[in-house]
């Protein structure tokens, strides 16, 4: 079966960085469209960033921009979030998701979900 693990997450300070991990497996990863959502409490899940399956495409949250930085790794079918400028905003649950799709930013397009992994950025 399909299986989505992040880590990666953690307690940092305003400014910091931090990168996310996913690791993918029961999937053929280099087909798949990954994504990183994120769900802060009382807030709807947000979409963070996106990679195309070749890695060429990707796109971002306008809350990210130029902040953070998606990649992966077909050798090791991981899939990373590289976190810059930290803000106590980002402070959210961090889900990484995959689809079939060519291009993916909304949350019902993905079809797979990993548990997540808390981010808290303290101020």
């Known amino acids: 079966q399909v299986q989505l693990v992040e880590s990666g997450g953690g307690l940092v300070q305003a400014g910091g960085s931090l990168r996310l991990s996913c690791a993918a497996s029961g999937i053929t990863f280099s087909r798949a469209t990954m994504g990183w959502f994120r769900q802060a409490p009382g807030k709807e899940r947000e979409f963070v960033a996106g990679?195309?399956?070749?890695?060429?495409?990707?796109t971002y949250g306008d809350s990210v921009k130029g902040r953070f930085s998606i990649s992966r790794d077909s050798s090791q079918n991981t899939v990373y979030l590289k976190m810059t400028s930290l803000e106590p905003e980002d402070t959210a649950v961090y889900y990484c998701?995959?689809?079939?799709?060519?291009?993916?930013?909304?949350?019902?397009?993905?079809?797979?979900w990993g548990q997540g992994t808390q981010v808290t950025v303290s101020s």
């Open positions: 990679i195309s399956r070749s890695g060429s495409t990707t």
């Open positions: 998701a995959t689809t079939i799709a060519r291009q993916a930013s909304t949350a019902g397009e993905y079809a797979y």
